[in-house]
Structures are given as C-alpha cells and as structure tokens.
C-alpha cells in the first residue's frame, strides 16, 4: 500500500482526533518527510485536512471528497463495502457492478461515484446525480435466499438506508411504497434493484442494489425537479459527511439483508410507510387505477382498495398520493 494511502487511513482512523507525524511514521515505517509529503499529496487531490503546528493533522469535519481508506475506518461488516471501488464519475454505478458481477465480483463489493453522467432511476427515468452532493452507491449481493425472499431486497434495503439517515441527520425518514425515501414531503432517495437469475438453478445468481441519497446542498436541482425532490442539508441543516452516509448505509445494509427473511423490518417499513391510508392513483402494467392505499401486507406489496370496493395487492409499479397529506 502506498504511504499516501497509509497516511489517509491512519488519519480516518483517528476519527475526527489530531495524528502526530512522529507518530504516523512510527506507526507506518517511514520518516516523518515522508508522512508531511503524503499529506501535501492528499491536499491537492483534494482531500481537506487540517495542520496543527504544535500536534499533528487531522481530517477536517468539512472533507467532502469520498474515499475507500475513509469508508474502510468506519466499517463495522463481514463482507458488505470489504472491497469499496470509488469513481471520479461514471454513467452508472449500477451498470459499472453489473459488469463487475458478470466478471465475478465478489458479495458485498461496493461501487461509489462522486458524479453519475446517467443515472438510472425505476420504470426507465433518469436519476440527478450531481457532482459532490451525493451518496450513488451500488452493491454487489450473491444471496443464498429464496425468489420469495428476494422480491423483499428492495423494501428491507429502503428500511436500512432510512434508518442509515436518520442516525447521521436526526431528522425522522419516511418511506413512500415501493422505494423512494421521502423527508417533509419531497424525495431525498431513490432505491434501484437489479438482478440476474441463473438459467440453471433458476435461483438468483447476483443482484446489484443501486441506492441514490441527496445529501448536500441547497440549490441542487432545477425548479420543476425541486418540486418532488430535495436534500438532506435543505431539510436539516446538517451537512452529513458523505464518507459517513457510506459506511453507516453499508453497515445498515448488512445487518437488515442478513435477516431479510425473519421479515422483521416490515413494521418498521409500515411505520415508516406515507401512502396508507391516503387516496392514491397508481399506474398498474400501464393502466391508470384509483382506490385508497390500505397497508403493507408480508411481501411488502401495497394494499389498494379500489374505487369499485374490490382489493387488490401492487407488486412493483408506481404509486402516488391524490393529495398531499398534511400533518
Ligand atoms: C429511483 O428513484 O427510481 C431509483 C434511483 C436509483 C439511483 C441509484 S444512484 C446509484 C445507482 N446507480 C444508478 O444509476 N441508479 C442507482
């Protein structure tokens, strides 16, 4: 590894605390030139530390450039975010792990972009991923659960990454049905799920999980995208540390999919959950129907009584408020 490496790992670990020199080149085997270069090296990519003449470095709070050696410190998993790739820029952060997955990517191997130049978002839209705002996060599974247990990737992965947010922001997380993330009434996340089923055992071979949060800035999106969707510093004020968001998601990721199919998280995605209960129009295969959104039954499928009395259970598809609840 390089000393450059070594010294960004070395001050992540100290967690928000001042490194000496002398003690990061004891602790690397190196001279103390060679930690002052390293952390010069560090500066003009961009990394924002902090020297303290008399004690040492410390990477600044305000440090918003994403790296693997600042999510690695914070990491608490077996395997999710083990191997971290992190992107200037890409398309996709999804499609760049379904290549990976294809060539053999190992379970819970995660793909990080600072800025996507297409994001993709459900049913065939785009998602904004502008530059040095966001979390645009993909993460290689291998599950060994069933296609039943599989259908609930998407509803337990919008559990953990609400509960991701709400430990960093402290401001509460709805969830609108099937995986948007919503806060005050506007979108901060999307949740795209993608999967390849092997033709053998006919059981899922890999799926990339593709979770989009817009977490810095206030003037981020244009007039008519700022109407559905926001940020997390727009609503709290809290400038959450991107590098953060990432290893407490991934965190939250591993212990919520670890136990997906004890199906605990389904209280906690009915509590969560802002369309039951409300009149609501939904696009069903195309078809345009309304009825009032009655619930979350156990496969996470939203619970629509129709206008004409009948009930019926939505698997996937979209569905949106008649009008905007009012609390
Ligand atoms: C949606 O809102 O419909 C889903 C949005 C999913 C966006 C994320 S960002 C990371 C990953 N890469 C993509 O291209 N899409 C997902």
Redesign the pocket.
């Known amino acids: 590894m390089k000393v450059k490496s070594q010294v960004l790992s070395a001050l992540a670990e100290a967690r928000g605390g001042v490194i000496s020199g002398a003690c990061m080149a004891q602790k690397l085997g190196v001279s103390r030139n060679a930690v002052w270069k390293a952390i010069k090296a560090l500066e003009e990519e961009g990394y924002a530390v902090e020297s303290h003449p008399s004690s040492g470095y410390r990477l600044s709070k305000e440090n918003n450039r994403l790296s693997e050696e600042i999510i690695s410190a914070e990491l608490e998993t077996k395997a999710f975010g083990r191997k971290i790739i992190v992107l200037d820029e890409t398309d ?4 760049y792990a379904k290549k990976l997955s294809a060539s053999g990517a190992e379970h819970g191997t995660a793909v990080i972009a600072d800025f ?1 130049t297409s ?5 065939g ?1 785009s ?1 904004v ?1 502008p530059k040095g705002t966001g979390v ?3 993460v290689i599974i291998r599950p060994d659960f069933s296609m039943e247990t599989a259908r609930l990737i998407t509803s337990c992965v919008a559990c953990a990454s609400a509960e991701a947010v709400e430990s960093l922001c402290g401001e509460s997380v709805d969830i609108k049905w099937v ?2 993330l919503y806060m005050n009434g506007r979108k901060i996340c ?3 799920t993608e999967a390849s089923l092997s033709m053998e055992t006919k059981a899922l071979d890999y799926a990339v999980i ?3 949060i817009n977490v810095l800035g206030k003037d981020v999106f244009d007039e008519a995208l700022s109407k559905i969707a926001t940020t997390i510093e727009a609503e709290t004020a809290v400038k959450i540390s991107r590098n953060s968001l990432c290893a407490v998601l991934l965190n939250k990721l591993e212990e919520y999919l670890g136990k997906i199919g004890e199906r605990d998280f389904l209280a906690e995605y009915r509590r969560r959950e802002i369309l039951t209960g409300n009149p609501i129009t939904a696009n069903v295969g195309g078809v345009q129907i309304t009825g009032k959104a009655m619930g979350i039954d156990d496969n996470a499928e939203l619970i629509v009584q129709l206008d004409d009395g009948s009930v019926k259970s939505l698997s996937s598809g979209e569905a949106n408020l008649c009008r905007i609840k009012k609390n």
């Open positions: 996709s952060t999804n499609n996507q994001g993709k978002g459900r049913l839209r998602f991923s645009y996060m993909s995986n948007d999307g949740i795209l593709g979770i989009g």
